[in-house]
């Protein structure tokens, strides 16, 4: 769906946060691995990426999204610091 050239996805890419969205630009393999996430790991994943400190934080946790890479890890990363 197109509206006024908005389409859904970039509609939903206009909610993370800017080096996640850029990250999953430039990695399909990742982008992939967020669009198969349910919403509530979609909104753990973005908390965790609001709270990133670095770019190679943020990078990981890009990079976790490439499937047969285990999500959880990050996720209980963030609930140990």
């Known amino acids: 769906m197109d509206l006024n050239g ?3 996805a970039g509609a ?3 909610n993370l946060p800017i080096g996640l969205g850029m990250n999953l630009a430039m990695n ?3 982008m992939k691995g967020y669009a198969a996430l349910t919403e509530a790991e ?4 973005i908390m965790r990426c609001r709270d990133a400190s670095s ?3 943020m990078q990981q946790i890009a990079d976790s999204l ?3 890479t285990d999500i959880s890890a990050i996720i ?3 609930d140990i610091l």
């Not at 979609?42 to 994943?45: F, M, R």
């Open 6 to 8: 908005i389409t859904e």
């Open 12 to 14: 939903v890419m206009q």
């Open 28 to 30: 399909e393999p990742a």
């Open 42 to 45: 979609k909104e753990e994943l």
């Open 55 to 57: 770019k190679g934080e």
């Open 66 to 68: 490439v499937p047969h």
């Open 76 to 78: 209980e990363e963030a």
